[in-house]
């Protein structure tokens, strides 16, 4: 890479960075783009020629984070070489450490999907095609091991919405959760540590694995 290619993506960089930054403390309404080109040190021409619109800044931001967290499903749940509780676990465990890693991440898509309807249809788009291929392999693994006895047969899509539900919910009620434990754990990081062992055992014993 030249010299003005790599100082072209760095730039790029910055921008996405300083974006999220901004979108997932104020929400797609509140964001502005002079703070943004601010933070990232660029001027607001500069962020302009590079994204065009806020709109397209957003865009990018939301595709990339679900672009990533499909990888990371996927690389888990989808690797074919590996059982299925195996496939399972690390679906599980990689999806939780995601999220722990994007903390703000869940809330702020709760937040626009219900202040900005339309960015619904942008969302289902970028996660559709993880979403079905996902499934559909995944429906004909838990079918197949459920007609040898070795699993209860779930449907795969329900299945997807327990190991989200579990996992999310932690930290989009961090604030709730914190108070209900009070000082039943050393810290609440000790108790994200063994919130993510019982959603694992909690999905498994839907399954029942043997």
Same mark, same amino acid.
Not at 7 to 27: M, R, V, Y
Not at 45 to 70: C, P, Q, W
Not at 108 to 117: D, M, Q
């Given at each position: 890479? *030249?010299?003005?290619?790599?100082?072209?993506?760095?730039?790029?960089?910055? #921008?996405?960075?300083?974006?999220?930054?901004?979108?997932?403390?104020?929400?797609?309404?509140?964001?502005?783009?002079?703070?943004?080109?601010?933070?990232? @040190?660029?001027?607001?021409?500069?962020?302009?020629?590079?994204?065009?619109?806020? *709109?397209? %800044?957003?865009?990018? #931001?939301?595709?990339?984070?679900?672009?990533?967290?499909?990888?990371?499903? %996927?690389?888990?749940?989808?690797?074919?070489?590996?059982?299925?509780?195996?496939?399972?676990?690390?679906?599980?465990?990689?999806?939780?450490?995601?999220?722990?890693?994007?903390?703000?991440?869940?809330?702020?898509?709760?937040?626009?999907? %219900?202040?900005?309807?339309?960015?619904?249809?942008?969302?289902?788009?970028?996660?559709?095609? #993880?979403?079905?291929?996902?499934?559909?392999?995944?429906?004909?693994?838990? *079918?197949?091991?459920?007609?040898?006895?070795?699993?209860?047969?779930?449907?795969?899509?329900?299945?997807?919405?327990?190991?989200?539900?579990?996992?999310?919910?932690?930290?989009?009620?961090?604030?709730?959760?914190? @108070?209900?434990? @009070?000082?039943?754990?050393?810290?609440?990081?000790?108790?994200?540590?063994?919130?993510?062992?019982?959603?694992?055992?909690?999905?498994?014993?839907?399954?029942?694995?043997?």
């Amino acid at each position: 890479m *030249d010299k003005e290619s790599s100082h072209s993506l760095n730039t790029e960089t910055k #921008i996405l960075q300083a974006a999220e930054k901004e979108f997932f403390e104020k929400g797609y309404a509140g964001a502005r783009t002079a703070s943004i080109a601010e933070a990232a @040190g660029v001027t607001h021409a500069m962020l302009h020629y590079y994204f065009r619109t806020k *709109d397209k %800044l957003f865009e990018r #931001i939301v595709s990339e984070k679900i672009n990533m967290l499909g990888d990371i499903v %996927l690389s888990g749940i989808g690797d074919s070489e590996l059982p299925l509780e195996d496939r399972i676990r690390q679906g599980v465990e990689r999806h939780f450490d995601f999220i722990s890693a994007h903390r703000d991440l869940p809330k702020f898509i709760v937040n626009e999907v %219900l202040a900005r309807p339309e960015h619904i249809e942008m969302m289902r788009q970028n996660a559709r095609h #993880i979403v079905n291929s996902l499934v559909d392999n995944l429906q004909r693994e838990i *079918d197949d091991y459920a007609a040898q006895g070795l699993c209860r047969r779930v449907d795969a899509r329900m299945l997807l919405i327990d190991i989200i539900s579990l996992n999310v919910f932690p930290f989009m009620a961090a604030p709730i959760v914190s @108070g209900a434990i @009070g000082d039943s754990y050393g810290s609440y990081e000790e108790f994200l540590v063994m919130r993510k062992k019982e959603n694992l055992e909690t999905i498994l014993n839907k399954l029942k694995i043997r």
